[in-house]
């Protein structure tokens, strides 16, 4: 059985003593104080002597791979993300000073109700072309400034995808205060849209842009009670039929819509 250094001290000394090789050999438990403090402060030598041979040591190849694998990833991160904020800024640049253009859906059945007689209060205005709004790029008043980049391209891919396809969207729920009406919409799963609440405008009171119902519709889903607005889900969708495309626009963008209850008048 391998003893331990201070057993084994104490053995020897034993064994000298028994020979009587050193009379002068002090006793058993007047060494013991000695042999603890000299057992101690080599230990405390044998751990510093360690920790130095660890932090000096060069790390084992596989570790050494792990690494660089590590600093590489943390690279091309800090690279992806320095892209997304020149891409960011581009977007921001472009959104202030290009043309507008907006992916949108042209629905012209909408058309057709619009035109009978007490679809929509007398001073209200019918909205032109009615169409539901996707995204909009460029001008003041585009998506791109507060959307991120990956999700802005991820968007602009998918509808340039579905460029002048016929689509199906449904009407479920009608909406309208004293300054504009709308309906929101379902939209089928393929189809991205910027709006939390797919719409389409109906008319609006003179003065009051369009854009106006996208403010509304997340006012009335937010659950806040609101006075002056009628909002009627439809019992049954409506099935209406459009096709996407993109409209460019030289135009100013409109101006921000009203806060709900302002006087437009």
Do not use: N
Not at 66 to 76: P, T
Request: with cysteine.
């Amino acid at each position: 059985v391998t003893l331990s250094p201070p057993d084994a001290a104490r053995y020897v000394l034993e064994e000298l003593r028994s020979f009587g090789w050193f009379p002068e050999l002090k006793s058993q438990d007047e060494l013991e104080p000695r042999l603890q403090v000299a057992w101690q402060a080599y230990r405390r030598a044998e751990d510093q002597w360690r920790q130095w041979a660890q932090q000096h040591a060069e790390p084992p190849p596989h570790d050494e791979w792990i690494m660089q694998c590590r600093r590489a990833s943390e690279a091309e991160k800090q690279a992806q993300e320095a892209e997304h904020l020149r891409a960011a800024q581009r977007a921001k640049t472009a959104a202030d000073t290009g043309p507008e253009q907006i992916w949108k859906i042209d629905l012209p059945e909408v058309s057709s109700v619009l035109s009978q007689r007490g679809v929509l209060p007398t001073c209200f205005s019918p909205a032109v072309e009615p169409h539901a709004v996707l995204l909009r790029l460029g001008g003041r008043g585009g998506h791109a400034a507060d959307m991120p980049p990956a999700r802005l391209d991820a968007m602009r891919e998918a509808l340039e995808a579905l460029a002048g396809e016929e689509v199906q969207v449904h009407m479920v729920e009608i909406v309208i205060d004293d300054t504009v009406a709308c309906a929101a919409i379902e939209l089928p799963p393929i189809i991205p849209c910027a709006f939390k609440f797919p719409h389409v405008a109906f008319g609006t009171k003179p003065g009051v842009p369009l854009e106006r119902a996208a403010t509304l519709l997340e006012q009335v889903k937010s659950g806040k009670p609101m006075t002056g607005v009628t909002s009627i889900a439809l019992p049954s969708r409506r099935l209406l039929t459009g096709r996407l495309v993109l409209a460019t626009s030289t135009q100013p963008p409109p101006p921000p819509p009203p806060p709900s209850g302002a006087d437009t008048s």
